[in-house]
């Protein structure tokens, strides 16, 4: 019995080392378990029929209802194409219209990064994570308080999503509360993101006015306007509807020029449902559908085939309070349905998940940033916005947070994956060999340090770079290691490290000569 235990002992502590020897390098780029742009879409909560009548009620209400206060400019880029202005000032759109728009509308889209590494193929379902959204505040994990927000905070933000592998893109997670002067806001914030992170950036812009210097610091980033054009990295990310059913009039001229210079451009629907969208799941999937082929009808008036991602993004409501509730199941399941509306158009689309309405990244956070993204994820949404940071409603954005959420995306890009069947996978003569040796007697008996599973570790499964999943005792041995602690000091050591995507020091020279850098 003492020699059986001995030799069973062996043979585990023999797994474990070959183990720890394998892990420590790090594995390449197709040796990796999960990566940007796997493809979802096993999760279908609509039935092809209910998808069908989500088109032709969102058909019915452009036809019939229509949407008000487009800006001049856009009203004749409209009604050019085919669209109908009548007496009360609403444009509405006859189901010939959007069937030729949707024909000419981009469907191949590249998001490019200002490293071609970080380059993202929107087509079919292929899933990417990233943040956006507008907070106002900046949350004090330790303090458990709330700040402004600034233009150093965005900074930071865009230098640490840089170093998350599961972070895809970022679009601006926060409003640089500190720069009061709207046009430098816009122009800082420009500066803030690109040169913190070589990803692909999303931005908005407060007003037409401000787009021009915006484009001008673009194309000396890219080294002319013909780079530019080539591979746009920064896209205008544009409320151009105010929901229910009117055009924003400021955001629709920005999008006019944002157009223009060749900007890709997030056509942002982002209804509340039971305030300014309709209370039922479905009929706030149709609201977003409608307002965003609305936009598609716009963008290809101006440009036929210019870059738009579908950005339904319908939010879910606290019906008791009246308060946003963007963590919730509600929430999820909007984001889902939006996706397979996508896949109907066969367009490029993004929605909301992953955020959340604790105040904190604790218990609420997880559960609530983990639902939404991964039922994002198996719907096969190209562009996962919020899914990483966004606290309060969106109201507050935390860095512990956003490097917290990597691993909560790292989980959910597992579950896109799915499973793998094959022969390999079935894995029936790896139970043979192990069930029985090679002599007729026993085998050993277990998988640990068997080719097979040290060949899988890295290529089949996911591992939290701060999640704990150490016995109580090894646990208590490492003087109960604190998640939010771990999270504070390694967005402190990405913060002290030189910036991997900071600027060339001649560029950089060169643009604070040119524009008003605040950072």
Not at 224 to 240: A, I, L, M, Q, Y
Not at 440 to 450: A, R
Not at 506 to 517: P, Q
Request: hydrophobic fraction near 40%; glycine fraction near 10%.
């Amino acid at each position: 019995m003492t020699e059986q235990i001995r030799t069973s002992s062996a043979r585990r502590s023999g797994g474990r080392a070959a183990r720890h020897a394998l892990r420590a390098a790090p594995p390449s780029e197709d040796q990796r378990s999960i990566r940007p742009g796997m493809s979802g879409g096993l999760y279908k909560p609509l039935s092809d029929a209910e998808i069908a009548r989500i088109h032709e009620t969102a058909l019915r209400a452009l036809e019939e209802i229509g949407l008000a206060d487009a800006p001049p400019s856009g009203i004749e880029y409209m009604t050019r194409a085919g669209a109908v202005l009548g007496d009360d000032g609403r444009l509405r759109f006859p189901r010939a219209l959007v069937e030729d728009m949707l024909a000419k509308a981009a469907r191949d889209v590249t998001l490019y990064g200002r490293d071609p590494a970080n380059d993202m193929d929107l087509s079919g379902t292929r899933v990417h994570y990233g943040t956006a959204g507008a907070a106002v505040h900046m949350v004090d994990v330790h303090g458990r308080e709330y700040r402004e927000s600034t233009v150093q905070d965005l900074f930071d933000a865009a230098r640490i999503a840089d170093q998350l592998d599961n972070i895809h893109f970022l679009q601006r997670p926060m409003v640089c509360r500190d720069i009061t002067d709207n046009a430098l806001m816009d122009l800082n914030t420009v500066y803030a993101c690109t040169s913190g992170t070589a990803k692909h950036v999303g931005t908005s812009f407060t007003e037409a006015a401000f787009v021009p210097d915006c484009i001008e610091m673009l194309h000396m980033i890219a080294g002319g306007e013909d780079k530019w054009r080539e591979r746009p990295f920064v896209s205008n990310t544009n409320c151009f509807v105010v929901p229910p059913m009117k055009f924003a009039t400021d955001a629709c001229l920005v999008m006019e020029d944002c157009i223009k210079a060749g900007m890709p451009i997030l056509l942002l629907s982002a209804g509340m449902a039971g305030a300014t969208a309709p209370p039922t799941i479905a009929g706030a999937i149709v609201q977003a559908v409608a307002e965003c082929l609305a936009g598609i009808v716009y963008v290809n008036a101006i440009m036929p085939g210019h870059p738009a991602v579908f950005g339904t993004w319908p939010f879910g409501l606290d019906l008791r309070t009246g308060a946003m509730s963007v963590g919730s199941g509600e929430q999820a399941l909007l984001t889902a349905g939006c996706a397979q509306m996508h896949q109907f158009y066969g367009l490029p689309g993004g929605a909301a998940a992953g955020a959340s309405d604790a105040k904190l990244p604790d218990m609420q956070a997880g559960w609530e940033q983990m639902c939404s993204n991964v039922m994002a994820g198996l719907s096969g949404l190209n562009m996962v916005y919020e899914a990483a940071g966004m606290h309060a409603s969106l109201l507050g954005f935390c860095h512990e947070s956003l490097i917290l959420g990597n691993d909560v995306i790292g989980q959910a890009q597992r579950c896109v994956r799915g499973i793998e069947v094959t022969d390999d996978t079935l894995g029936l003569e790896e139970i043979r060999a192990t069930c029985i040796g090679p002599d007729g007697g026993p085998g050993p008996g277990h998988y640990l340090g068997t080719a097979q599973t040290l060949s899988l570790m890295e290529k089949n499964y996911v591992y939290p770079e701060l999640g704990d999943r150490t016995s109580p005792k090894e646990w208590a041995e490492k003087d109960k290691p604190d998640l939010l602690v771990n999270a504070t000091a390694k967005k402190e050591a990405m913060l002290a490290a030189p910036a991997p995507s900071a600027f060339d020091p001649m560029l950089d020279l060169a643009l604070r000569e040119r524009f008003t850098i605040l950072l």
